[in-house]
């Protein structure tokens, strides 16, 4: 019998205790029965946390795209794979059915390789959330080209900066992207970034918004005449399974982003295995991320993961508030969807509206609700269960990140019953560990400490593109033998996780991960600027929101405050993407630092959250007269 579905906590915890105390067996078995493969695999795992290196299912072949498309088309051939609704609800959502998919995607490898694009070379996307953009990931996969999308909301500058980490020989954009009434000029963020980019030379642009744009002659093409030409099959290119697959970049504590390289096999396996598992997802279900496929949740469980389990996946183009507050529910009822996954922030936002949003449809198909990108505070689990949900659909509270690939720490629907605030239960094969600041594991229940994992998992980052140095060092170094996560974790009495939030130097707005450096070092670029300490502060919806200490060099001083509130704002808008615009901004004659000049942000997150009751021992610090000053003049 196969373990693939979970169904009750009974099975969770032999499984489990199956997976931890086996391991490759356990990864062997599921990876055997359930994906299709040109050659079995050598070794199920070798690993060196020194080096650190992992490799699962090492000497094995297969192509992604035909576990996520060919091997369904027998029996699923006219089901819909992706359900894209548009921005607009006056426009038809588009039924995209296995069998078309399979040629879309053949279609545009085809074009991909017309353009020079062979096996091992990067590819960046950067589309809204259109067919085109879900098309162009597995088009990579299809030929062995190994993917970067960048959220088509990060700036040119940002996404220059990931274009050139990689060294992407094709680009594929958009003339503009709808959301919600407005529309975004993405073509020319584009050509604004390649200015600085000496990799791309090829520009494929998807008309969307039928725009007036630029082509730069020998650089650019529209996508379509292309696509019209182009062979409507293409044989997989025939990868092993530690190929990369994809470079996703995630925000670090410097200021350059990092890219997280996934590999084909074990990213594969475990993102199918637990879309089915944490969704309980069946045939004929319609599921429903709302996440951008510019984010790792996009890619593991909008793209790959439901694909790979010959699943209906939803893709959103829009915004929740377009044209009104219902339009989430408003999808729901009209697509009967039954697994729908969100973030915190977005249920916060929803919430604040009113009811009749909700009341006005019918949501009964909805079966399991999820949430992942940041802790959910219990007013807000509360508010979805009752009014979205119910109280008939378990909630998922998945933790996981960029770097994890898949779902980590989450209850299974009907197994693990639920508590808010609570991730609750690790997945089969995922072994956490709590570590005090001495490297000591924290053994027993009632214990919080820094959240590590202790054994490899298949869907692990496998290295820093580039930068493998910078891969220790983050993940590696802070504990022996161990990953480390970056988040702090409590276990209550029966074993239960809670995340309590990053330990380090990123803040998660509105369920984005920003590191605080990139923000100060735009900042620092304002000539007016000396110096900058961002933190993050607790907000109502979007979780955190960044504050900014912000010190002037003198010419600066005699300026309009909030001007130079404003010019900030736009530098980091432009440089990184207006989802790191700083909600508010304090001037000051000093940061606190350390006798070795690192600035305090223990003491400046206090003073911004407006928790200064306990601020600790300030009297070692270099310059223990500026605490009193900052806090006098604290933005509230
Ligand atoms: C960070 C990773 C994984 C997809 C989205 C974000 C936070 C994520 C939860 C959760 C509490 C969560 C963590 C994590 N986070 N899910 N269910 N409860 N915190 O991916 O951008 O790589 O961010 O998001 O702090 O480390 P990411």
């Known amino acids: 019998m196969s373990n693939y579905h979970i ?21 062997e078995e599921i990876a055997e029965e359930h994906f299709m493969w040109h050659k079995r695999w050598d070794n199920v795992l070798s690993y060196d946390f020194e080096k650190p290196e992992f490799k699962w299912f090492e000497g094995a072949k297969l192509n992604i795209t035909e576990n996520c498309i060919d091997r369904h088309l027998r029996t699923r051939g006219d089901k819909t794979a992706i359900l894209f609704e548009p921005n607009n609800p006056d426009e038809e959502a588009q039924h995209i059915s296995y069998n078309e998919l399979h040629e879309r995607v053949a279609k545009m490898a085809n074009v991909f390789k017309s353009q020079g694009v062979k ?14 953009l879900a098309v162009s990931v597995l088009a990579c996969a299809r030929i062995g080209a190994i993917h970067s999308v960048v959220f088509a909301g990060f700036s040119s500058s940002a996404l220059a900066t990931r274009i050139n980490d990689s060294d992407c020989k094709l680009v594929i954009t958009s003339d503009g992207s709808f959301r919600g009434s407005k529309t975004i000029d993405l073509k020319g963020i584009v050509d604004e970034g390649l200015k600085k980019c000496d990799s791309v030379e090829t520009v494929l642009v998807v008309n969307r918004i039928n725009a007036e744009i630029e082509m730069k002659e020998g650089r650019d093409q529209w996508l379509q005449p292309l696509l019209e030409k182009a062979e409507t099959t293409c044989a997989p290119e025939i990868m092993d399974a530690e190929d990369p697959l994809f470079i996703l970049y995630t925000s670090g504590s410097t200021g350059t982003p990092k890219g997280m390289v996934h590999t084909t096999a074990g990213y594969m396996v475990y993102s199918a295995f637990t879309f089915k598992n944490v969704f309980q997802y069946r045939e004929d279900d319609v599921y429903w991320c709302t996440a951008d496929i510019g984010w790792i949740t996009g890619h593991s469980y909008i793209v790959y993961g439901p694909l790979a389990n010959g699943a209906t996946t939803v893709m959103f183009e ?6 009104d507050y219902g339009r989430f529910w408003e999808i729901v009822e009209k697509h009967k969807v039954t697994q729908f996954y969100t973030a915190p922030t977005a249920i916060r936002a929803l919430a604040k509206e009113n009811l009749e949003h909700v009341e006005k449809y019918d949501l009964t198909s909805l079966k399991v609700l999820g949430t992942v990108g940041e802790p959910i505070n219990e007013e807000a689990w509360h508010w979805y269960d ?20 898949g779902i980590m720490i989450s209850p299974i629907p009907y197994s693990t019953p639920a508590i808010p605030t609570f991730a609750t239960l690790p997945l089969p094969g995922i072994q956490p560990a709590l570590m005090d600041e001495e490297g000591n594991e924290i053994k027993g229940n009632q214990v919080d400490g820094r959240l590590c994992i202790k054994f490899p998992w298949p869907s692990m980052a496998r290295t820093i593109w580039g930068n493998h140095q910078r891969y220790k060092d983050t993940y590696f170094s802070a504990f022996k033998n161990m990953y480390f996560t970056g988040d702090g ?11 309590t939030g990053r330990v380090d130097d990123v803040v998660i707005v509105s369920g984005h991960n920003l590191g605080t450096a990139p923000i100060e070092d735009a900042i620092n670029e304002h000539p007016a600027v000396a110096e900058s300490a961002i933190v993050g502060y607790p907000h109502e919806v979007k979780g955190n929101a960044l ?4 010190i002037l060099k003198e010419t600066g001083e005699s300026r309009n405050q909030d001007n130079l509130r404003k010019e900030i704002n736009q530098l980091i808008s432009d440089r990184i993407g207006p989802i790191a615009k700083l909600d508010k901004i304090q001037f000051t004659n000093g940061l606190p630092k350390t006798r070795s000049g690192k600035i305090m942000r223990r003491i400046l997150r206090k003073i911004a959250s407006n928790d200064t009751s306990n601020l600790g021992d300030t009297s070692t ?14 933005i509230k």
Not at 318 to 323: Q, R, T
Not at 389 to 394: A, F
Not at 621 to 634: F, H
């Open 386 to 405: 009752e009014n979205i949900g119910k109280k008939k659909c378990p909630i998922v509270d998945t933790w996981w990140q960029t770097e994890t690939g």
């Open 318 to 323: 829009g915004v929740p508030s377009y044209p």
């Open 547 to 550: 504050y900014g200490y912000v």
């Open 489 to 499: 974790a409590l276990r209550d009495s029966v074993g239960y996780y809670r995340i």
């Open 7 to 27: 169904k009750h906590l009974e099975e969770y915890f032999q499984v489990y205790r199956k997976s931890v105390r086996n391991p490759e067996s356990y990864w």
């Open 119 to 132: 096996k091992g070379d990067r590819v960046c996307i950067y589309l809204p959330m259109i067919p085109e």
């Open 621 to 634: 610090l270099l310059n223990p007269e500026i605490v009193q000053e900052v806090m006098d003049n604290v």
